[in-house]
């Protein structure tokens, strides 16, 4: 199966900071790469799919990039309502899917 | 865009059975591969299995493989969790999502999720 490492696994900064988060596949996803954001209590929600693609309702300030093994998240102005935690996923190839381990990202 | 709602989370021993349901609204079940994605208390995100529209290809992961079993009725606009053989580890929320193809495979709706406690 493949593994997906994200990091850090938790972050504090200030709001309009630029963040960054990794996620990296133990082999090759080509672009097959998504990611969530989810906050307490709540279902995620899709942010970013295949790697680069920004979700219909997600504001412009989030964005992905990354093909093959590495792949990032960028939050170009962090806002107080990007306090949650971030997942990737792997969606390639048989359907055997997998997610990252999630950071947390907090507002200083 | 749709809506999707989970039922039928509660309380079983180890060893028991549950059945969780998930009923979509607002877009046809029988156009979508669906999916379950579960959470344990405190951790992060679990996917558990995927069905085609037709229930023609399912996948597991490996540590549901031969207890749970994923199926449909898209004629009910429902989508079920069987779980059999319940353990500990299995306690989680549980989420219904749907998978939408465009530019390559995501989970583009999700369920507010069913909680699911496997205890003595």
């Known amino acids: 199966d493949i593994q997906m490492t994200q990091s850090p696994s938790s972050l504090s900064a200030s709001v309009g900071d630029r963040v960054t988060i990794t996620c990296r596949a133990s082999q090759s996803i080509v672009f097959y790469l998504n990611w969530y954001q989810q906050k307490p209590g709540k279902a995620p929600k899709l942010l970013i799919y295949?790697?680069?693609n920004l979700q219909s309702g997600v504001p412009s300030r989030f964005s992905g990039s990354g093909s093959g093994t590495d792949f990032t998240l960028t939050i170009s102005s962090l806002q107080p309502e990007d306090s949650a935690t971030y997942y990737c996923?792997?969606?390639?190839?048989?359907?055997?899917?997998?997610f990252g381990q999630g950071t947390k990202v907090e507002i200083k | 865009e749709g809506q999707l709602v989970e039922s039928g989370g509660g309380l079983v021993q180890p060893g028991g059975s549950l059945r969780l349901s998930c009923t979509a609204s607002g877009f046809a079940l029988d156009s979508y591969w669906m999916s379950w994605v579960r959470q344990a208390p405190g951790k992060g995100l679990e996917w558990v299995a995927n069905?085609?529209?037709?229930?023609?290809?399912?996948y597991y992961v490996d540590s549901v493989k031969g207890r749970f079993l994923i199926s449909r009725d898209n004629a009910k606009n429902s989508l079920y969790l069987q779980m059999n053989s319940l353990r500990a580890e299995d306690t989680a929320v549980y989420y219904c999502a749907r998978i939408s193809y465009i530019g390559g495979p995501h989970l583009d709706v999700w369920g507010q999720g069913t909680t699911v406690t496997v205890s003595s």
């Open positions: 996923q792997q969606s390639y190839g048989d359907l055997v899917w997998t």
């Open positions: 295949s790697a680069s």
């Open positions: 069905i085609k529209q037709d229930e023609s290809e399912k």
